[in-house]
C-alpha cells in the first residue's frame, strides 16, 4: 500500500499459524506469542517430552498442529487430571471430588514441569510459564525455522529476564534481619554428622554452601562447584570448583579442602549412609580447583548426593578435625553468614558473611540481610503467635493445623510449598512384633488416613499418601497408590488376629495375647490428636495395647538413628515425614539401603529385590527407565509396609509483611531456585522491600 512501504508489520499469537506464515506477503514480519522453543521440555505427571506427544499427534492426524497452543492443551489436562486426583477420595464406595479441593491444588502449582516449560498457577487459577517471544517470519517456507528465530523475550516471574527488562528491574536492598522461629533445636550443625530435619536446614544453609542446588524444576546445577562431568559408566566424576572462595576463617577453599572433608566424612554417622548409597570409595584433588570423585558402583545420580548435607556442605576441614564437638557450636563453612552466638534451645544467631563470594544479577555481593537469627519454638500456636505479634518476623512450619490458622492471620505472608513432603511413620522391623508383616500391614489398615488428616488441621489443604511421591510428582505411581493398603478396618483386624493366634508369634507371647505397640511421636498439639486417632483405631481393634509416647524432635530423631546400639534404634512405631525433592536415588536409597550400611534406614527394612532396583537405577539416565525401577521399590514397599503413610504435607514459611526474596531466588547461573522445599528458605537472597 502506497505509503506503508516502510511499515514494520506485527501480529499476535492468534496468527501465530503455520499457514498463515506461509503466505509470503508475511516474510519479514514479527509475532507475540508464547515460546514454543519446546526443546526437551518433559511433563511431569506423564514423563513425555515434547518431541514425544508431537510424534504421536503426527501419527495419529498425520500432520503437526497448526497453532502453537497444542502443547499448553497438554499441560493444561494433565494439571487438571492431577487435581481431580489429588482431590479426590473414596466414601462408602462412592468416588467423590471435592471441587472446592480441585481449585486449592491448582491455586498451589508451583514449578511444574510442562511442555510449555516451568509453570505456575495464581490465585485466579491461571497456570502458565509466564514467557511471551516475539519471533521474526525469516522463511515462509520453514515454519520451525521461523518460531525459533527469537529476538525478543519478556519472562516476568523469572530473575533471569533479558535485555531492557531485567536493566529496569527493581533491585533489593541491604540491611535489617530476621528472626525466624522454629519447630525444634538443631541435633547439631556438623554436616556429615548429625540428622537434619527442616529447622536445621534452615541454619546449616546460612553458614554452609552446597557444591550443587536445584532450580526451579528440580535439575542439579553448580552452586560452589562450576561444574561437573562423568565417565561413560558413571563411576568417576571430576568436579570443578570456584575460584576465590574462602572459609570464614579466612582459610582457601580449594579441592584440597574436598579431600581433607572426606577423611572426616568417612567417620560420619549421616554421611555413612550416603557414602554405602553412592559407592564413594576416594576423593582426590586433580589440581587446585579440580577434584575426582571415583564410586565403586555405577551412580547416574551422584551430583543429587552433593547437593545435601552430608556430601555436599562444603566446611572447613581443619576446624572440624580439632574439636568436633565445638565445630557443631562454632561451625566454620563458606556461607553467606557467620556464627556469631549459638544459645542451645534460646536463640542462634549468624551476621552478613561480608567476604561471601556469590553476586546477585547486578553484580552486588549477597547476601543483603545484615543479620539471621533462629529461636526454637517447639508449640505451633505459640510460634504462629510470636510471627503475628512481632516478636520474630519469619516461621517455619510443617503442621497441616498451622498453614490453616496462617491463612486466617493478618500481616503476614505465606510462603506455601506442597511438594512430596508426607507424613506417616515406620515400623522398626529389628523389633517384634513389628518384624511381621503381618502386623505391620494389620495396623496400617487400620489407619484411617482422612480422621488422621482432620485431626492434624489439614482437611482441604492436603490428601492421603501412599508413597515417597505427590500426585504431580514425575516419579508418583499410580500402581504404588492401587497396591497400597488403604483403610480397610475388618481387613486390618483379620491380619492382626492371624498373628496373635499363630502359634510362632515372634514377640513370645501366648496364642491370643494382645500385640504391645510403643507410638511415639513429638509432643505437639496436633501430632499428640493425630496419634490419638491411631491409638483409638488400634486398641479399637481389640488386640492391641498401645503405648503413647512424646520426647523433643531432637530426642525423636537420635532414637530412630539409634547411635547408642549400632542403629538399630530403640523405637518401636514411630512417627516421620517421608519425601523430599531430591533425586528418588536419595530419599529412597537411605530407607531401603541395608540398615547395617544406612544409619538413616531408620525402618531398618531392607529387601533384596528392592536393593536390585536402586541399583540398577542409578546406573543410568533414562527418565522412564528409572521410573519403573523406583515403581517396583514402592510396590515392595506397599505390600511389606516397613513405613506408613498419613497424608501428604504442605509447608510452610510465613514472614512479616515487607520481607520478600524466597520466592524468587536463583541459582549462581541465573536460573530460577526450587523455592522452599520442606520449609528450607534460601535467606541469603531474601531482603526487606522498605
Known amino acids: 500500500m502506497s505509503g506503508l512501504e516502510n511499515t514494520t508489520m506485527m501480529a499476535a499469537d492468534g496468527l501465530l499459524n503455520s499457514n498463515f506464515l506461509a503466505v509470503a506477503e508475511t516474510q519479514g514480519m514479527f509475532f507475540s506469542g508464547p515460546d514454543v522453543r519446546y526443546g526437551s521440555n518433559y511433563n511431569q505427571s506423564t514423563g513425555e517430552t515434547a518431541a514425544d506427544v508431537l510424534a504421536d499427534y503426527k501419527d495419529e492426524f498425520g500432520e503437526s498442529p497448526a497453532a502453537p497452543f497444542w502443547a499448553h492443551s497438554y499441560d493444561a489436562a494433565a494439571l487438571l487430571l492431577d487435581a481431580i486426583a489429588a482431590a479426590s477420595y473414596e466414601?462408602?464406595?462412592?468416588?467423590?471430588?471435592?471441587?472446592?479441593?480441585?481449585?486449592?491444588?491448582?491455586?498451589?502449582?508451583?514449578?511444574?514441569?510442562?511442555?510449555?516449560?516451568?509453570?505456575?498457577?495464581?490465585a485466579y487459577g491461571d497456570c502458565s510459564s509466564s514467557k511471551i517471544t516475539v519471533i521474526q517470519n525469516i522463511d515462509t517456507g520453514d515454519y520451525d525455522a521461523s518460531t525459533a528465530n527469537v529476538v525478543y523475550e519478556y519472562a516476568p516471574l523469572a530473575a533471569t529476564q533479558v535485555g531492557d527488562i531485567a536493566a529496569g528491574a527493581e533491585k533489593p536492598t541491604y540491611g535489617g534481619s530476621v528472626t525466624i522461629g522454629v519447630e525444634a533445636e538443631a541435633t547439631g550443625l556438623r554436616p556429615w554428622e548429625d540428622a537434619c530435619s527442616s529447622p536445621c536446614y534452615n541454619m546449616m544453609i546460612t553458614v554452609f554452601d552446597k557444591l550443587f542446588e536445584q532450580n526451579e524444576v528440580g535439575s542439579y546445577v553448580p552452586n560452589l562447584a562450576a561444574g561437573i562431568s562423568a565417565n561413560d559408566d558413571f563411576t568417576v566424576w571430576t568436579v570443578s570448583l570456584r575460584s576465590g572462595v574462602r572459609f570464614h576463617d579466612g582459610s582457601a577453599f580449594n579441592a584440597q579442602s574436598l579431600v581433607d572433608m572426606w577423611a572426616i566424612q568417612q567417620g560420619g554417622a549421616a554421611a555413612a549412609g550416603h557414602i554405602a548409597a553412592t559407592g564413594l570409595t576416594a576423593v582426590e584433588a586433580t589440581g587446585d580447583l579440580e577434584v575426582v570423585y571415583t564410586l565403586s558402583k555405577t551412580n547416574s545420580a551422584f551430583p543429587s548426593y552433593l547437593a545435601r548435607a552430608p556430601l555436599g556442605m562444603a566446611f572447613e576441614p581443619g576446624a572440624a578435625a580439632a574439636d568436633t564437638d565445638a565445630f557443631s557450636v562454632a561451625p566454620v563453612g563458606t556461607g553467606p553468614f557467620v556464627i556469631e552466638s549459638r544459645d542451645i534451645d534460646n536463640e542462634t544467631v549468624f551476621t552478613r558473611n561480608p567476604n561471601y563470594w556469590q553476586k546477585d544479577m547486578w553484580g552486588r555481593p549477597l547476601p543483603y540481610l545484615d543479620s539471621f537469627a533462629v529461636r526454637?519454638?517447639?508449640?505451633?500456636?505459640?510460634?504462629?503467635?510470636?510471627?503475628?505479634?512481632?516478636?520474630?518476623?519469619?516461621?517455619?512450619?510443617?503442621?497441616q493445623a498451622t498453614i490453616r490458622d496462617a491463612r486466617e492471620a493478618e500481616g503476614i505472608t505465606l510462603h506455601e510449598f506442597q511438594g512430596n513432603n508426607a507424613g506417616g511413620g515406620m515400623f522398626n522391623v529389628l523389633l517384634a512384633p513389628y518384624d511381621d508383616v503381618r502386623v505391620r500391614r494389620g495396623l496400617s489398615l487400620a489407619n484411617n488416613q482422612l480422621a488422621v488428616i482432620e485431626a492434624l488441621g489439614g482437611k482441604g489443604i492436603s490428601g492421603p499418601a501412599t508413597q515417597f511421591f505427590s500426585t504431580d510428582s514425575p516419579w508418583w505411581s499410580q500402581a504404588v497408590y492401587d497396591a497400597y493398603p488403604h483403610f480397610d478396618y475388618e481387613a486390618g483386624k483379620a491380619l492382626i488376629q492371624e498373628y496373635l493366634d499363630d502359634p510362632e508369634r515372634s514377640d513370645g507371647k501366648a496364642v491370643g495375647e494382645k500385640i504391645d505397640v510403643d507410638l511415639s511421636c513429638p509432643?505437639?498439639?496436633?501430632?499428640?490428636?493425630?496419634?490419638?486417632?491411631?491409638?483409638?483405631?488400634?486398641?479399637?481393634?481389640?488386640?492391641?495395647?498401645?503405648?503413647?509416647?512424646?520426647?523433643?524432635?531432637?530426642?525423636?530423631?537420635?532414637?530412630a538413628l539409634g547411635m547408642g546400639n549400632g542403629f538399630m534404634g530403640d523405637h518401636g512405631a514411630h512417627c516421620w515425614r517421608w519425601g523430599s525433592e531430591d533425586d528418588p536415588s536419595v530419599g529412597l536409597g537411605d530407607a531401603y539401603a541395608p540398615w547395617q550400611m544406612s544409619p538413616?534406614?531408620?525402618?531398618?527394612?531392607?529387601?533384596?529385590?528392592?536393593?536390585?532396583?536402586?541399583?540398577?537405577?542409578?546406573?543410568?539416565?533414562?527418565?522412564?527407565?528409572?521410573?519403573?525401577?523406583?515403581e517396583i521399590v514402592g510396590l515392595i514397599g506397599a505390600r511389606d509396609?516397613?513405613?506408613?503413610?498419613?497424608?501428604s504435607t504442605a509447608t510452610l514459611i510465613a514472614v512479616a509483611n515487607g520481607i520478600v526474596g524466597l520466592d524468587n531466588w536463583t541459582t549462581v547461573d541465573g536460573q530460577l531456585g526450587i523455592g522452599h522445599p520442606n520449609a528450607e528458605g534460601r535467606w541469603h537472597q531474601v531482603w526487606w522491600d522498605n
Request: aromatic share 6%.
Open 641 to 647: 509396609m516397613p513405613m506408613w503413610y498419613s497424608g
Open 523 to 559: 509432643p505437639d498439639p496436633t501430632l499428640i490428636a493425630a496419634m490419638s486417632v491411631l491409638e483409638q483405631l488400634w486398641t479399637g481393634t481389640g488386640m492391641v495395647n498401645v503405648t503413647l509416647l512424646n520426647t523433643d524432635q531432637a530426642t525423636h530423631i537420635n532414637t
Open 91 to 122: 466414601d462408602g464406595g462412592t468416588l467423590v471430588v471435592d471441587r472446592a479441593g480441585v481449585r486449592e491444588h491448582l491455586n498451589g502449582v508451583t514449578g511444574y514441569s510442562g511442555l510449555i516449560g516451568t509453570m505456575a498457577c495464581d
Open 376 to 399: 526454637p519454638i517447639p508449640d505451633e500456636t505459640t510460634r504462629l503467635a510470636s510471627l503475628t505479634s512481632g516478636t520474630v518476623t519469619a516461621m517455619q512450619s510443617l503442621r
Open 600 to 630: 538413616l534406614n531408620f525402618s531398618n527394612y531392607s529387601d533384596d529385590e528392592a536393593s536390585a532396583a536402586l541399583a540398577e537405577a542409578i546406573t543410568t539416565d533414562d527418565f522412564a527407565r528409572r521410573k519403573e525401577l523406583y
